[in-house]
């Protein structure tokens, strides 16, 4: 099991915006994907977005996209995820993960390491 280091989230006000970060330790993630999911208290795992490490491309949760963008920087290794218009509804833990299969995918099961996750608290 290899731990992503995260970093970000924290407390904002409704309607503002924070970016987090997901690394492996300054390691380049090669043909690996990886997701952005979110759990709030009492409910299940919840996929935001996913990111190619090698192409780019991109998946969304239809339901956040607009308002979270999910980001690679190859010369930081590290992978982001903007998030704009926050709700109170947003508030949970954040993780990052990394799939070694290839493909985007929304499945949580589908990843094989995960970040300690970091808490996003929104404030009304």
């Known amino acids: 099991q290899v731990w992503l280091v995260q970093s970000g989230g924290g ?3 409704a309607e503002g915006s924070l970016r987090l970060s997901c690394s492996d330790s300054g390691r380049s ?3 690996s994907s990886i997701g952005w999911f979110r759990q709030a208290p009492g409910k299940a795992r919840e996929f935001i977005a996913a990111i190619s490490w090698s192409s780019g491309n991109t998946k969304y949760a239809d339901s956040l996209k607009g308002r979270f963008t999910i980001s690679r920087d190859n010369a ?3 992978v982001y995820l903007q998030m704009i218009g926050l709700r109170p509804e947003d508030t949970a ?3 990052c993960a990394r799939k070694f299969a290839y493909g985007l995918a929304s499945d949580a099961l589908q ?3 995960w970040g300690q996750g970091t ?3 929104v404030s009304s």
């Open 11 to 13: 407390l904002v006000q």
């Open 93 to 95: 833990t954040y993780y």
């Open 29 to 31: 993630f090669g043909t």
């Open 119 to 121: 808490q996003v608290t």
């Open 111 to 113: 990843y094989n390491d």
């Open 76 to 78: 930081k290794n590290a």
